[in-house]
């Protein structure tokens, strides 16, 4: 798996989706009554914003939540561990961690939202640590990725002065 992030056709096609994907939400903000759960981060704020929704609100909620939300994590997430195991070198997979467990908190901040919104289960009160930590992770993937596209520019100019 890791040999198949670190190829470059890979990597592209990850920060491609990455731009398709997030103006998505945008696009789709006014079905869900225009914000988020995304962006709170307590339970009684999520609960509190899903009580407003309309029916069709929830829907759409729920289905952005399922289908872009999912792709959204997958597709950020593979792109900073990828930049992190191409240009890290022996570091790589360590420095992929941060990106790995953006994804893995990401998705189940998706899953306690789309439990809430279906109202199967309430476990929205763990929005509390799943929010901030999924935005510190997010960040600290981010800028191992910025460094990894330092490296990968520094590296096409010593190429190119060879």
């Known amino acids: 798996m890791i040999a198949v992030l670190k190829r470059t056709p890979v990597i592209w096609g990850l920060f491609i989706a990455q731009l398709l994907i997030f103006p998505c939400f945008a696009l789709f903000s006014d079905a869900v009554g225009g914000r988020y ?6 339970g009684e704020g999520c609960r509190a ?8 609100q929830r829907s759409a909620h729920f289905w952005i939540t399922v289908l872009l939300d999912t792709a959204y994590p997958l ?10 195991l191409r240009f890290f070198g022996r570091f790589g997979p360590i420095a992929a961690l941060p990106a790995l467990a953006t ?25 509390s640590w799943l929010t ?3 935005f510190g992770l997010f960040f ?8 990894a596209l330092v490296i990968a520019v520094a590296h ?6 060879a």
């Open 132 to 134: 901030p930590l999924k």
């Open 156 to 161: 096409l100019f010593r190429q190119r002065k």
């Open 49 to 56: 914003l899903i009580a407003g929704m309309t029916e069709a």
């Open 75 to 84: 597709a950020y997430g593979g792109f900073f561990a990828a930049m992190a």
């Open 103 to 127: 994804i893995i908190v990401d998705l189940t901040e998706n899953t306690v939202q789309a439990l809430a919104l279906s109202g199967a289960a309430d476990a929205l009160d763990a929005k």
């Open 37 to 42: 759960l995304d962006t709170i981060t307590t």
């Open 140 to 147: 600290l993937a981010a800028a191992i990725a910025l460094i």
